[in-house]
């Protein structure tokens, strides 16, 4: 099975902050790569696919990078709507897993 | 519109059986790869299973052998049979139809299972 590891697993940070959070997989997945937010109470809402593409109707202060073992998710501007939890997924092979998730917090 | 509307949630004993429902709208579940996720309390997401349009079907690890995804085409309903449940099944269960590229586009609002005696 492809392990993912997120880091860091929690960062705190002021409203304005460029933001990267990082996800390593255990081998290459090429592109095979997606990342969601998570908010209190709710279901995850997909932000970036295939590493790099923005979801439509997803602001584009987010960006993702990156490709084979090594991929960021940046935020070029945290705004209050964005403390959230973030989670990776890989889709290169089954079973699909997860990273074990970022959590964003208010300094 | 997509919609997907999970149900079959409770408090089951441990080694107990439930079954979960997936009602899906503004699009068919057999034209779809639809995709079961879970999340324990306080805790990460897990994929748990995956249903192709042709029929194929993945499991967890965690889960195989013990969990059947499944679909009915004539209600439109997309099911995840859960059997010989543990303590560490207690989580809440998200529905998800998947996009081309094999990931979650669209979510339900999930249901919670809850395995204790």
Redesign the interface.
Known sequence: ?IQLTQSPSFLSASVGDRVTITCRASQDISS?L?W?Q?KPGK????LI??ASTL?SGVPSRFSGSGSGTEFTLTISSLQPEDFA?F?C?Q?KS????????TKVEIK | EVQLVESGGGLVQPGGSLRLSCAASGFTVSGNYMSWVRQAPGKGLEWVSVLHSGGSTYYADSVKGRFTISRDNSKNTVYLQMNSLRAEDTAVYYCAKNMAGNYAGYWGQGTLVTVSS
């Open positions: 099975d095979y997606v969601y998570q279901a995850p809402k997909l696919y295939a979801q939890a989670y997924q889709l089954y079973p699909l897993t997860f990273g074990g998730g």
